[in-house]
């Protein structure tokens, strides 16, 4: 072996923080295994080390397991010693591609819009054949037990009249739901995914720490961990026989298939909480893989007891939902009145079998650590057999005598609420009582005397210890395992062959013993090696033939559609209003100093009021200018009472956070900023004491201006003009067409054609000053100031060219009812068509009423056809049986 330099020593069983020295790096490989031995600190006392299959404390040097050893040895093969010292590029790259695919995990702590990017460590957890038969069995019987309890407990309830459950357990819980009793789901099968942590104890056994059975979270980020850390070892990846995980994502979602009625014809949805959810990427990244819509509870509507999907053309039948919703907000009509992630009615379709529910709501209940001292005698009851894989010991204080006979070793335990939403306690989250404080331990007894029940006592678990990079080293972490039992279909549930393994952030992590996401724990890639052949299933879309791309279509669900619409009219209203403030604030200036017309400042004032710009009681500028001018620009930043210029900018981001799968990178990030840095831009000014407040406050409108100029610059250039974008389109048309016409109409009703800085504020509105001057130079003329603001078609800004290109783009996005779509765009004006005599004559008192009228008329229409968009394709109101596919 040669000597060689790194940035910390691989070699110091102390920690990593000792100071840099010499280590050995294996040249000519005479022994791999000696040197990553050497290079691995060894596990904390009363841990099981993953590494050497060795109990930390022992004097044995040991040898790393049989599953590791292949490991280092492929891959100092494959890249010498310079491999080890590229460890650190690898975990680099890890953590680029992260970055890269957006994975992200929402901490609730740090807020609903900061996002942290998913923890990924660099090197695999390595599980053998025969180890990981002993899991599978295990786990599969624990799945087959869970359901056997629910279709028991919502049907005959032998277990509570024998016994073997308490009631008080089972009927007590906030998530035993009364509705579904004596409700049995397709095929009898209440549980389609069922997750189970389980932890390495100090003598390699494994043990339950507990189950996640309502709504199971992981997949997608097993999924994501897979792609990433396979391609960082890829010759070890192969040449180990790592078993592939696309076999059990498509026996899920052809269980879900089988068991509906239409088989597999069944139309299969992800039914995610939203964006705000921590796990919101993962079910986003699902949805995609599994090739199946991503869809909100306002996305679904159930009619006649079937459960249908609503898109922009039309309702489209749903046989079959993956939910990520918790049980209690499945259905306000049953469950919580007050839920907006549910779907009305969900339950009667899936009691009347129009529906599979993945997973069955209802099943809550058994992720109680209450339980879990039960469920030995409920497997001999119900399997009769012994339960395979065992749980860590548990006291439910609920029992008379545990509370007493513990109380006094409270240390000695981890103690975790029996029921969700606890008073006493928050969550599942359970807490480390030799850790905590003598007060502290002293209020938590305290606590437990008062509601025993709602506690539960855990002997303290000691999981295994599993060696991540660390800066040149190899640092044993706590480590708990997620294994994920899919259902088939045909009565049987199969364990997906890897799962998603949780590692503490410190070596010192034992503040959490459950290795919660939430606190910080990162997550490793799990390979489970296999003497057999590597299962050759594929995910991946066949290639599409021409047939199929003939009738390729992209599925626009209302929720996405109605989302898109308001994009676009937020964006054009906070232009629009942007325009007007900056216009009206200049006009308030000059008023100060040469003096504006009053005309101008009464129609400012009216449009001012119509756009939320400042609120009904401020007093009009011909009353008081200045407390006009001080109440437009501090309503400027207000969110609340005023649709202002910061409102629509966070409707803006609203809508374009719930359109994140839909929008670009570079597109969401403009829409994020611009709300973002008009606030600090404006709160800046207020605060600096300015000695021009009204001048900083221009640049800060013009600088969001061309911060929009560039979101709609995306919105024409850089995105897929499908049916979305035409109704993205379509919504900026219409907020376009109602504000300048009602513009104009309030310019002429106030006659400011007839003034120099009338005529001047109304070319500003249209933001066609510049195509004026080039076209008719100094004129102040009604007849062009027309021609170029109600009838030019090459004037994206005039009324004809809006107008025109709205119709032309709602008739193509209503295609599909084009009876519909015409009698609905029939009564849309055409301002290109108007003759520009009659528009520019006068009535004998000198007034436009003929333009006036057509003008109001404009807005009137283009609101109209808002409504009807929004009945025809967003609330789908009409009649049941307008379908397009069933």
């Known amino acids: 072996m040669s000597v060689s330099l790194l940035s910390s020593s691989p070699l110091n069983p102390a920690g990593s923080s000792a100071q840099p020295q010499q280590s050995l790096l294996p040249d000519e ?115 087959k037990l869970m359901n056997a309890a629910m279709s028991d407990v919502y049907g005959e309830r032998l277990l509570l009249e024998e016994g073997l459950l308490p009631p008080s357990l089972v009927l007590g819980h906030p998530q035993y739901l009364r509705p579904l009793h004596g409700c049995v789901p397709p095929g009898g099968v209440h549980l389609h995914v069922a997750a189970f942590d389980l932890a390495r104890g100090p003598d390699g056994g494994w043990w339950v720490l507990g189950q996640r059975t309502q709504a199971p979270s992981g997949l997608g980020y097993l999924l994501e961990n897979r792609l990433i850390i396979s391609q960082q070892f890829p010759e070890a990846f192969g040449e180990l026989k790592v078993q592939r995980l696309a076999a059990s994502f498509q026996a899920l979602l052809h269980g879900v298939m089988r068991l509906s009625k239409a088989g597999e014809r069944a139309r299969v949805v992800l039914l995610t909480p939203g964006p705000h959810n921590e796990t919101y990427f993962e079910q986003v990244f699902l949805a995609r893989y599994l090739g199946i819509t991503l869809v909100e509870g306002g996305d679904l509507t159930v009619r006649a007891n079937r459960l249908y999907l609503k898109t922009l053309h039309g309702m489209e039948r749903v046989h079959g939902v993956l ?51 039960f469920w030995p005698a409920v497997c001999e009851r119900l399997l009769g057999e012994d339960l395979l894989l065992p749980t860590t010991t548990t006291w439910w204080c609920g029992e008379a005598s545990v509370w007493q006979r513990h109380q006094a070793r409270l240390e000695e335990f981890v103690v975790a609420p029996t029921f969700p939403s606890s008073e006493t306690t928050t969550g599942f989250t359970p807490v480390l009582m030799a850790t905590q404080a003598p007060s502290a331990r002293a209020a938590l007894a305290g606590r437990i005397e008062a509601d025993p029940p709602a506690h539960t006592l855990l002997s303290r678990a000691r999981p295994s210890q599993l060696p991540v990079w660390r800066e040149g080293a190899l640092e044993p972490r706590t480590a708990v395992l997620r294994v994920f039992a899919i259902a088939d279909g045909a009565g049987g549930w199969r364990v997906m062959p890897g799962g998603l393994t949780r590692v503490a952030h410190r070596r010192d992590g034992i503040h959490d013993p459950w290795l919660s996401m939430q606190r910080g724990s990162a997550s490793v890639d799990t390979w489970v090696l296999t003497d057999g052949a590597v299962d050759p299933t594929t995910l991946l879309p066949p290639p599409l033939s021409v047939d199929d791309l003939a009738g390729w279509h992209r599925t626009v669900t209302s929720r996405s559609a109605e989302n898109l619409f308001w994009l676009g009219r937020y964006t054009e209203r906070a232009e629009n209003l942007l325009r007007l403030a900056r216009l009206t604030l200049e006009a308030l200036s000059g008023s100060m100093l040469h003096g504006a017309s009053p005309a101008v400042l009464q129609v400012l004032d009216v449009l001012a009021r119509r756009h939320g710009l400042v609120s009904a009681g401020v007093p009009s500028p011909a009353q008081s200018l200045r407390v006009f001018e001080r109440s437009l620009v501090h309503s400027l930043g207000e969110t609340r009472g005023v649709t202002s210029v910061a409102f629509n900018l966070q409707a803006l981001q ?173 009564p849309l004006p055409t301002p290109e068509s108007w003759p520009l005599a009659e528009l520019a004559a006068c009535d004998e008192d000198g007034s436009h009423t003929a333009l006036i009228t057509a003008l109001r008329d404009c807005s009137e229409q283009a609101l109209a056809l808002s409504d009807a968009i929004g009945r025809k394709m967003f609330s789908h109101v009409g009649a049941v049986d307008h379908l397009v596919w069933q």
Not at 350 to 367: K, Q
């Open 29 to 143: 490989l005479p022994d791999a295994l000696a040197f990553v031995q050497a290079a691995a600190q060894r596990s904390d006392d009363g841990h099981f080390d993953e590494l050497h299959a060795q109990p930390a404390g022992t004097p044995e040097a040991g040898t790393p397991r049989p599953e590791i050893a292949p490991l280092w040895q492929r891959f100092f093969r494959a890249n010498g010693s310079a491999g080890w010292l590229d460890l650190a590029n690898r975990a680099a790259r890890v953590q680029r591609r992260v970055r890269e695919d957006g994975a992200t995990y929402n901490v609730y702590d740090d807020g609903p819009s900061v996002p942290r990017a998913w923890p990924l460590e660099l090197l695999p957890m390595l599980i053998g054949p025969e180890e990981w038969a002993g899991i599978e069995a295990g786990v599969q019987q624990r799945t």
């Open 323 to 373: 939910r990520r919703v918790d049980d209690e907000f499945l259905d306000p009509l049953e469950l919580r009145s007050d839920s907006a992630l549910g779907v009305p009615g969900l339950l009667q379709a899936l009691r009347a079998g129009e529906v599979v529910v993945a997973n069955s709501p209802g099943s809550g209940w058994l992720e109680s650590p209450g339980l879990a001292a």
């Open 654 to 826: 609203g809508c374009a956070q719930a359109l994140r799968e839909r929008l670009s990178q570079e597109h969401w990030k403009l829409i994020n900023e611009v709300g973002e840095n008009f606030q600090q831009h404006l709160a800046s000014v207020f605060e600096s004491g300015s000695a021009e407040p009204l001048s900083d406050v221009l640049g800060v409108l013009n600088r969001a201006a061309t911060h929009l100029a560039a979101i709609t610059g995306a919105q024409t250039d850089r995105m897929t003009r499908d049916d979305g974008w035409r109704l993205l389109s379509v919504g900026r048309q219409i907020e376009r067409l109602d504000f300048l016409s009602h513009a104009l109409a309030t310019g002429f009703e106030h006659g400011l054609p007839e003034r120099d800085d009338g005529f001047a504020l109304l070319l500003g509105l249209f933001d066609s000053t510049i195509t004026y001057r080039a076209q008719f130079q100094a004129r102040r003329e009604v007849p062009p100031l027309l021609q170029l603001l109600v009838r030019d078609l090459d004037n994206p800004r005039s009324l004809g060219w809006v107008a025109q290109t709205l119709r032309g783009r709602f008739l193509k996005l209503a295609r599909h009812e084009a009876a519909w779509a015409a009698e609905v765009a029939a």
